[in-house]
Nanobody
Framework: QVQLVESGGGLVQAGDSLRLSCAAS????????MAWFRQAPGKERDFVAA????????NYADTAKGRFTISRDNAKNTVSLQMNSLKPEDTAVYYC??????????????????WGQGTQVTVSS
């Protein structure tokens, strides 16, 4: 089991950077695949990035490649999403999610049983 709490969202200008963090509880955090999803108003929750338990393997949505970086610090039980060159279309509630088996190629939200409460990211033009 793992409990997740996101932080770091806010209001920024297009082109700015933002770093989201997700703090996790659980003694087996390092065994969990972690992912970030986002949900814009009126839209479905979409995959952003995923990372393996060791941090050695990552996967990114096409919209995130080259701009976003997912990382984790298992000693601190955290996973982060560094977002650069933000665009207005990045505006959404960002969620971290966890599952105790699978791979970084699992990009469907229903595959993840554990979720944080979300943090709002708003990018103005």
């Amino acid at each position: 089991q793992v409990q997740l709490v996101e932080s770091g969202g806010g209001l920024v200008q297009a082109g700015d950077s933002l770093r989201l963090s997700c703090a996790a509880s659980g003694r087996t955090f390092s065994t969990y695949f972690m992912a970030w999803f986002r949900q814009a108003p009126g839209k479905e929750r979409d995959f952003v990035a995923a990372i393996s338990g060791s941090g050695g393997t990552t996967n990114y949505a096409d919209t995130a490649k080259g701009r976003f970086t997912i990382s984790r610090d298992n000693a601190k039980n955290t996973v982060s999403l560094q977002m650069n060159s933000l665009k207005p279309e990045d505006t959404a509630v960002y969620y971290c999610a966890a599952r105790n088996y699978g791979s970084v190629w699992n990009i469907v939200d229903t595959m993840y049983p554990y979720w944080g409460q979300g943090t709002q990211v708003t990018v103005s033009s």
